[in-house]
T-cell receptor, first 113, second 110 residues
């Protein structure tokens, strides 16, 4: 099925552990994004990749790193997880941010204890 | 900080009624987008309106944009129970990022 695939769907981490959230799209989109969604806060942009080979910080990048592995894949890494990173993480992609909407994945629900 | 702010935060209507949600944003934009999110799911793109457009329609959806007031509205006509969801506006800048508001939770009662 065409779309944005995120793995895993659920994850529980202990404080200080690291993990990588995976995202892949099969729509040949140029731009990819990572957002986090917290209750009452809407979605906040963590990092984005406007095109293959480029990445930029969003509104809340601290504590995260990203890799645009190729045109299809954009991963988000937490090097040392903290309880404040408990959230739902969404990956999204678009063929062109000026003219098209974003396609979102179904999310990763992360709990840091 | 959030770019878009929706109003109201929550809206409850009866099936068949119209639902209007408003959005304000802070800086200059290239486009303004609206998304729907059903509980526990990802966001679904509804409509995009460019900064040089004033109104756009898609099925039962009507979006207006007033760049002088930095505001937009989403009208859903003849609401159905299946329209129950959270609705987000998102401001698109020229840099390639999309900044979301906190959303309006719409409840449509049968």
């Amino acid at each position: 099925n065409a779309g944005v695939t995120q793995t895993p769907k659920f994850q529980v981490l202990k404080t200080g552990q690291s993990m990588t959230l995976q995202c892949a799209q099969d729509m040949n989109h140029n731009s990819m994004y990572w957002y986090r969604q917290d209750p009452g806060m809407g979605l906040r942009l963590i990092y984005y990749s406007a095109s293959e080979g480029t990445t930029d910080k969003g509104e809340v990048p601290n504590g995260y790193n990203v890799s645009r592995l190729n045109k299809r894949e954009f991963s988000l890494r937490l090097e040392s997880a903290a309880p404040s990173q408990t959230s739902v993480y969404f990956c999204a992609s678009t063929p062109g941010h000026l003219t098209h909407g974003y396609t979102f994945g179904s999310g990763t629900r992360l709990t840091v204890v | 900080s959030q770019q878009g702010e929706e109003d109201p935060q929550a809206l409850s209507i009866q099936e068949g009624e119209n639902a209007t949600m408003n959005c304000s944003y802070k800086t200059s934009i290239n486009n303004l987008q609206w998304y729907r999110q059903n509980s526990g799911r990802g966001l679904v793109h509804l409509i995009l309106i460019r900064s040089n457009e004033r109104e756009k329609h898609s099925g039962r959806l009507r979006v207006t944009l007033d760049t002088s007031k930095k505001s937009s509205s989403l009208l859903i006509t003849a609401s159905r129970a299946a329209d129950t969801a959270s609705y987000f506006c998102a401001a698109g800048g020229s840099q390639g990022n999309l900044i979301f508001g906190k959303g309006t939770k719409l409840s449509v009662k049968p």
